[in-house]
């Protein structure tokens, strides 16, 4: 693998891939946990499993490390065939969301335990370990035991552990899935930070989107033991490929309508809801007839005073407030649009007043343009 002077992965290696799955399935009795994956995972890049509870990313995570075998299909880490290769002679490593420290060890010996289990030289494992600690910042705390320690440093160390031995894929189980907000959001960059330091190829599980948003170079999306969609975080967000990737990364409004018309780029959709029509730009040709949703982000909604506010081509719908959430840094609407529909604005509160400029019941006026909205036939 090449790398610059500074350690950081090249681009010429991020395209490379270092881990690559074909036709991946496991069972479980009558459930099919994961069904025929297929996924490449770039080397140097930290790719994120995304996913609710049940839909098969550990069972995955947990296949590539070895210690679950797949009923078919073909594992391959680094060009070699790994389906049926343990564990141990795999090269990767786990850290666990319980971190699974061993309490009666210090920290420098939880980090050397895999180490010795190899028969590495003890002035080699020595360095081995200051090194790990000191990239991890806990150079200092190499003689306490775990009970010593704060839940981040307790990460931390589960984490040192994992890249002690040098793996060419750190898997990562919800690793900070125990750590409190502030903390867990703080960890985040600091894991983003070091991973890119290192160059060694991350694959994280989480349920959390936020989580897999902050810190992914791509995601795959996963239902059902299959992988909806797999993009960079931008394109998963702002480009959905269905209904429920819409749905389960952010919030989105989903409005569903017929096309009654569609020229090169543009498709026009009579909702259901309202018997209104808006205007979606669609890059892929949908037919006239065709039942479709459209998908807008709760952001991309904008308040204008009526209809004769409205510019050029962007849609307009007009509803009344039912709810409202105040969040700090933005203020969430719920707007009823039409009996049975309400759809969801963010607005961000720029204003240090307690004046509240829209409040319950009121009527309002949203627009957005075209090329904001997305049409998703699935």
């Not at 590495?120 to 991890?136: F, I, P, T």
């Not at 002690?164 to 960059?189: S, V, Y």
């Not at 309400?342 to 509240?356: D, F, K, P, S, Y």
């Amino acid at each position: 693998m090449t790398t610059t002077e500074s350690g950081h992965v090249t681009e010429a290696d991020r395209i490379e891939p270092i881990l690559d799955l074909q036709g991946v399935t496991r069972r479980f009795g009558d459930v099919v946990a994961v069904n025929a994956v297929d996924l490449t995972v770039r080397r140097g890049e930290l790719f994120s499993l995304l996913g609710g509870s049940g839909c098969g990313k550990s069972t995955l995570l947990r296949m590539i490390a070895g210690f679950e075998p797949p009923d078919s299909g073909q594992i391959r880490i680094d060009g070699r065939d790994m389906t049926t290769v343990p564990p141990y002679e795999r090269p990767v490593n786990m850290v666990f969301q319980s971190y699974a420290l061993f309490p009666h060890m210090t920290v420098a010996q939880n980090v050397a335990y895999g180490l010795r289990q190899e028969g590495m030289a003890r002035s080699e494992r020595d360095d081995r370990v200051h090194d790990v600690l000191k990239l991890v910042d806990l150079p200092d705390l190499a003689r306490r035991k775990p009970n010593q320690l704060s839940g981040g440093q307790r990460q931390r160390v589960a984490l040192a552990r994992g890249l002690a031995k040098q793996p060419r894929i750190l898997l990562l189980d919800e690793p900070l899935g125990a750590l409190d907000r502030k903390l867990r959001e703080r960890t985040q960059f600091e894991l983003v930070n070091l991973q890119d330091r290192i160059g060694i190829t991350f694959i994280l599980v989480t349920h959390d989107q936020e989580e897999a948003m902050t810190m992914s170079d791509r995601i795959g999306v996963m239902r059902d033991g299959q992988i909806h969609q797999i993009g960079a975080p931008r394109e998963v967000y702002e480009y959905p490929n269905s209904r429920f990737v819409a749905d389960f990364i952010g919030t989105a409004n989903l409005l569903t309508g017929e096309v009654i018309a569609a020229t090169e780029g543009m498709v026009q959709v009579r909702l259901a809801a309202t018997g209104t029509s808006i205007f979606v730009a669609s890059p892929a040709p949908v037919s006239a007839g065709a039942t479709v949703t459209v998908m807008v982000r709760p952001e991309k909604l904008q308040t204008v005073s009526g209809p004769a506010a409205v510019s050029g081509d962007a849609n307009l719908l007009s509803g009344v407030v039912q709810d409202i959430a105040y969040l700090g840094d933005m203020s969430v609407y719920h707007v009823e649009i039409a009996d049975g529909l309400r759809i969801q604005v963010a607005m961000a509160n720029r204003l240090h007043t307690g004046e509240e400029p829209i409040t319950w019941d009121d009527t309002i006026h949203l627009t957005w343009h075209p090329g904001d909205g997305v049409v998703l036939t699935s």
